[in-house]
């Protein structure tokens, strides 16, 4: 009996970080993603500012403190995000082990985070500033429908078939 695998397509969102996008890796980091394929369903450029930036992070405060949520409100204010909302099997815990953990000293190599950087929290302590680890990746289903939810209107998410999917879904 073959099981019914249209549940586990799930949708997750995806920042690609000032960082990211300052050095240049935001064409990588996608490849990485579309090389997993994870399709591509939501994408724009643009700025955060402070009362959307509060509405993203609007649980970071209480769960780590007024200066976390200071370092990481400055941290993407700083420059322009891409926001993605990738679709596919599994996507959100497919895309969190494409990015590896929170912390890049912690990410192993083959990771985006492991790859492309080394900020550890101790930096972040050190230096008065955000973790800068390139990426955003929802972290559950709850999650990630409140983050699509809050960055895409459903007219801007686009169903299509890709050459992944006729065959592997």
Not at 45 to 74: C, N, P, S
Not at 109 to 124: I, N
């Amino acid at each position: 009996m073959v099981e019914d695998q249209a549940h586990s397509v799930e949708r997750t969102l995806v920042l690609l970080k000032p960082d990211a996008l300052a050095r240049g890796l935001a064409g990588r980091i996608i490849s990485r993603f579309e090389d997993a394929a994870l399709k591509i369903v939501g994408t724009k450029m643009t700025w955060m500012d402070e009362e959307f930036t509060r509405r993203h992070y609007f649980d970071l405060e209480e769960r780590l403190g007024a200066e976390v949520y200071r370092f990481t409100a400055t941290f993407m204010q700083q420059g322009p995000v891409i926001a993605l909302v990738l679709e596919g099997f599994d996507a959100i815990a497919t895309v969190r082990k494409i990015v590896g953990s929170t912390y890049p000293n912690e990410a192993p190599s083959g990771t985006v985070r492991g790859d492309f950087s080394h900020y550890s929290a101790a930096a972040s302590v050190a230096s008065g500033k955000a973790v800068a680890n390139l990426v955003h990746a929802s972290g559950n289903k709850a999650e990630a429908e409140q983050e699509v939810a809050l960055w895409f209107e459903k007219d801007e998410l686009h169903d299509y078939k890709t050459l992944a999917e006729i065959y592997t879904y």
